[in-house]
């Protein structure tokens, strides 16, 4: 079964975006929600980032079911599949879902308290904005992966004590992007262990972020950066990305950058800014924004190779999403007043998260900067 509502007593917290609920309505069309959650570890440089999703929850179709995918230290890869989707369960107001690989007889798919799912021996996953636990083992090697920490977010989507905002703007309350994607948390510190593969790794105040898509297939083509672990400052989180996606009947190419810093919100996107990216089909990634009032310069590269992840497409879950976790980024924001530019933040980082998917990418993606729309 599917819980559609969250328990009273969890209340919601305040820093919830739009769009945190489960976006599932019953119907029997093609549909897949996914969430990513990432650890990003100071010490020793390590990554864990966690991605689930659901497709065609109704079950009996195709691509009914689940799957739990981990990039871990040396962005290695570990998968799990969830045949049953209606032992999938989420809450329509919040974010909470979970996953079990198996039925319970004396137990209907839920939230459990920490201690009652470690004890119960489940095997799947739980999260909310402020707790994540699991525990998944591959029966062909038998590996295993057990973690669970707690969460305080830090950063949103939008300026801390002020609503949050919708990642694609307000036109996305309402399904004409395919699909949709919406930032939960940009930045957040978590306290916990992850077990990886008999390794113990333990870690207070680490770097945690989480964010969303959901429709009826990933972008046509699409690349992403992110990092909120830049030694310099503590309290810096980037998220940028674009893609080509289908708005209705037509398709269209945006990108966005938004960064968190200090307090405040630089958000960089199609109806106030105007972007540019230069992104190769993998080891180099270069996007541009400006607002009248702001700058944004973002460089993304990577020497190494990338791991392939899978993602919903109208064909079930497919390997057509490249990734690192331990990218080197720059970032550099500038204020902008009339004809000069002094610089906010410059900050750079050897543990930027780094993608690109779907396709062609024969070639590089090139968007030159268009003529300002923003004003004088």
């Not at 510190?189 to 593969?197: M, P, R």
Request: proline share 8%.
């Amino acid at each position: 079964m599917t819980l559609l509502f969250r328990p009273l007593a969890t209340p919601l917290h305040p820093l919830q975006t739009p769009h945190s609920g489960y976006h599932w309505h019953g119907r029997a069309d093609r549909f897949f929600e996914g969430w990513y959650f990432r650890l990003t570890l100071p010490q020793p440089g390590h990554s864990f980032a966690f991605m689930y999703s659901i497709e065609d929850p109704i079950g009996g179709q195709p691509h009914s079911g689940g799957a739990a995918q981990i990039l871990g230290p040396q962005d290695r890869y570990f998968c799990r599949t969830f045949p049953d989707p209606h032992l999938f369960w989420a809450w329509r107001e919040g974010l909470g879902l979970g996953h079990w690989r198996h039925r319970r007889q004396d137990l209907a798919p839920q939230f459990l308290w920490p201690r009652e799912f470690s004890h119960r021996g489940t095997e799947g996953y739980q999260v909310t904005p402020t707790w994540h636990q699991g525990h998944l083992q591959d029966p062909s090697n038998g590996e295993t992966v057990t973690w669970q920490y707690a969460t305080n977010p830090i950063y949103g989507w939008g300026r801390p004590g002020q609503p949050q905002q919708s990642t694609a703007g307000w036109l996305s309350q309402w399904q004409i992007f395919e699909p949709g994607w919406q930032v939960l948390m940009a930045h957040g510190l978590a306290t916990g262990w992850v077990e990886w593969q008999g390794q113990r790794y333990e870690f207070a105040k680490a770097p945690a972020y989480s964010e969303k898509n959901w429709g009826g297939a990933f972008p046509q083509k699409w690349f992403w950066l992110h990092c909120n672990a830049f030694a310099e400052f503590t309290d810096l989180a980037l998220t940028a990305g674009g893609g080509r996606r289908r708005v209705l009947t037509w398709m269209e190419e945006v990108g966005m950058v938004g960064v968190h810093f200090q307090g405040q919100f630089y958000e960089f996107v199609p109806w106030n800014a105007a972007l540019s990216w230069h992104i190769e089909p993998w080891g180099y990634w270069f996007v541009q924004a400006e607002r009248p009032d702001y700058v944004v310069e973002l460089l993304g590269t990577t020497p190494g190779p990338y791991t392939a992840v899978r993602t919903p497409t109208h064909q079930g879950l497919q390997f057509s999403c490249y990734d690192t976790t331990q990218g080197q980024i720059q970032l550099k924001l500038w204020r902008r007043q009339k004809h000069t530019l002094s610089l906010v933040v410059a900050a750079t980082s050897h543990q930027g998260g780094l993608e690109v998917g779907g396709g062609p990418w024969s070639q590089s993606w090139i968007q030159e900067l268009p003529q300002r729309r923003y004003g004088p």
